[in-house]
């Protein structure tokens, strides 16, 4: 009608797939809507998951541009054309990687029309393959391995001699078998799409076409491995993974990366409790499908030599001054009730990849013991990634947003200018340092220092590993990496994520949290702040020390019971729960 604005087109379209019908949005990906529809889970599939309409493909991928090349996405789809006041269904075979979606579309992804097809195609992609599955890092998790099982004929049909394709090294982290290479371009696509680096293209043509790099250029941009884990076959190793492990033996687990502020989702491949690979997971809001190559690569700290299982006392007799952890929680509490008796003089360190949750219980623990004196440790920055697809910032730790939000230190350097000032004029007699940095004080020389200080009379730490710090503590109590334990980190983009164990059953030490706990009912079983006002010993007074303890506490908190209790106090993290935050991948949260 003449004035009237026209109506907005529907957002959405009624399709069927496989007779069943689902609402999808306008203009979806044919092939993306199949993978997702009828699953609760929306995050890209892999074939090993499937679904009730998977259709198998090699080179589509969802965070790539589309190549349409490997032909193994066949569908058959009818769409009705108006043929004067008649709608007249047309039928015929497609890629879905390739076609939208309409009203009233229907796809088929199961007949034995569509079978046949599929068939035909897996000969095509076996042709030179050499079928050397039992000596093959990808089996297991192979595409053409698995389809062929799904789909592929029991023999081929070709029997003459296969092309023969280079097996080289393509830069120091990645080797490439030429001869499995079934030529789907997704490595050539990450290269121009995600890294922009464009090292990797085809060379030579029909079927001797192979993947390589140009001459003088290896492939050795910061998101190279991005390319090993899209391959869908076993074409492209990745070099430190490479006759680790067999995949089927492998434990997958979903993590969060804590090796920079960005906060990459991660899935975590151990083996009877070492890690093997760490591997992307799709998180859309934060790293997409991609990881950094230094997330790929910077775990070997987890499994590392330097780990230890028990307290180690510096005054102990033993040989490697290990002792009962009843011993060591001991030792630690009588050096902080010395410290709290002396907090003028008493400070209290933690790093800034510490969860949430750390960071919480720290905090109780020190105002129990009366100790205001804080400070952060900050890893030194990393070189921040800035390539097209992709970027990461220089800060290499993990949660400095959530240092801030709960104990309310605006600049970690500035507060460990601070320390180191106060231990070189010997205002720092007593130290609680919580650390859990995986390269310990690597470039932290001046910190290292400070503690080395004479004036420093009493060390407690919290580390995973021996090092420097373990070496000048008095007491070290072994605690866990965040691979261990569950947590919530808050990202350089104030995004609030919580993560569960990637590895349930920890390698050695015990949780942080956990710890934190038992000093906590230590130093001050009722939770009361066991030492005076500064202000009052300052003046003489006497100091109200906690009785010793009498009692143990009878529960001690995990990840989420510790994140409910914070989040009924700090503003900015009510609302939110461990479990919704792991289900969402995340929530922005105002600082
Ligand atoms: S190396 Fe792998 S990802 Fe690259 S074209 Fe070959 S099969 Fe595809
Ligand atoms: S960008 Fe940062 S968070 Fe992501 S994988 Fe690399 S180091 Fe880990
Ligand atoms: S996935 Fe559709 S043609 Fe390769």
Not at 410 to 421: D, K, M, P, Q
Request: neutral net charge; proline residues 5%; hydrophobic residues 40%.
């Amino acid at each position: 009608m003449a004035g009237m604005a026209p109506s907005p087109a529907p957002a959405t379209v009624n399709i069927k797939i496989d007779g069943v019908p689902y609402t999808v949005p306008k203009g979806a990906n044919v092939l993306d809507v199949c993978l997702k529809a009828g699953r609760q889970n929306q995050d890209y599939p892999d074939q090993r998951e499937g679904g009730p309409h998977y259709v198998p493909h090699f080179c589509w991928h969802p965070g790539l541009s589309i190549s349409g090349n490997c032909r193994m996405c066949f569908v058959k789809v009818t769409t009705y054309m108006k043929k004067g006041d008649q709608m007249v269904p047309n039928t015929m075979p497609t890629i879905a990687c390739n076609s939208v979606v309409a009203e009233g579309m229907e796809i088929d992804t199961r007949s034995d029309e569509v079978q046949k097809i599929r068939a035909g195609i897996m000969d095509l992609e076996l042709l030179n393959h050499p079928l050397d599955c039992p000596e093959c890092d990808k089996a297991g998790e192979c595409r053409l391995q698995d389809y062929d099982y799904d789909y592929g004929n029991d023999h081929s049909k070709f029997d003459f001699k296969k092309v023969d394709r280079h097996i080289k090294s393509l830069g120091s982290k990645i080797n490439i078998w030429g001869t499995r290479c079934i030529l789907c371009s997704r490595c050539i696509r990450v290269c121009d799409e995600v890294s922009g680096t464009s090292e990797l293209a085809f060379v030579n043509r029909g079927d001797r076409s192979v993947i390589d790099i140009f001459p003088t250029r290896p492939l050795e941009n910061e998101l190279a491995l991005n390319t090993v884990e899209v391959c869908p076959v076993g074409a492209l190793k990745n070099k430190d993974f490479l006759y680790t492990a067999r995949v089927w033996n492998l434990e997958e687990n979903a993590g969060v990366c804590g090796l920079c502020s960005k906060g990459c989702a991660t899935r975590v491949d151990s083996l009877k409790g070492v890690v093997k690979r760490i591997m992307a997971r799709e998180n859309v809001a934060v790293n997409q499908y991609w990881l950094c190559d230094q997330g790929r690569l910077d775990f070997k700290w987890v499994n590392g030599d330097k780990r230890f299982d028990r307290p180690l006392l510096k005054a102990s007799s033993g040989p490697d001054k290990s002792v009962s952890w009843a011993k060591g929680y001991a030792a630690a509490a009588e050096l902080l009730q010395k410290a709290a008796t002396d907090s003028a003089n008493a400070w209290a360190l933690i790093h800034a990849s510490a969860t949430n949750e750390e960071l919480w219980l720290f905090k109780k623990l020190t105002q129990a013991l009366g100790i205001t004196n804080i400070a952060v440790i900050a890893a030194p920055d990393r070189k921040p990634i800035d390539l097209k697809g992709f970027k990461a910032p220089a800060d290499a730790n993990a949660n400095r947003a959530g240092a801030r939000l709960v104990l309310g230190v605006a600049s970690a350097e500035e507060s460990l200018t601070r320390f180191i000032e106060a231990a070189k004029s010997s205002k720092a007699r007593h130290v609680l340092v919580v650390s859990g940095l995986p390269h310990g004080f690597e470039g932290l020389s001046a910190l290292t220092e400070a503690l080395g200080q004479q004036s420093v009379e009493n060390i407690v730490a919290l580390d995973f590993q021996q090092g420097l710090l373990t070496e000048l503590a008095q007491v070290s109590l072994a605690s866990q990496t965040w691979f261990e334990t569950g947590g919530s980190w808050i990202n350089a983009d104030h995004r609030l994520q919580a993560f569960r164990p990637a590895l349930p059953f920890g390698i050695k030490g015990r949780p942080v949290t956990e710890i934190l706990q038992e000093l906590l009912s230590r130093v001050a079983p009722q939770g009361a702040p066991m030492a005076a006002a500064p202000a009052a010993q300052a003046a003489g007074a006497a100091t109200a020390v906690a009785a010793p303890p009498v009692t143990r506490p009878r529960v001690v908190l995990g990840a989420a019971a510790l994140f409910d209790e914070m989040a009924a106090q700090v503003e900015s993290l009510k609302g939110h729960s461990h479990l919704s935050l792991v289900r969402s991948k995340g929530a922005r949260v105002e600082l």
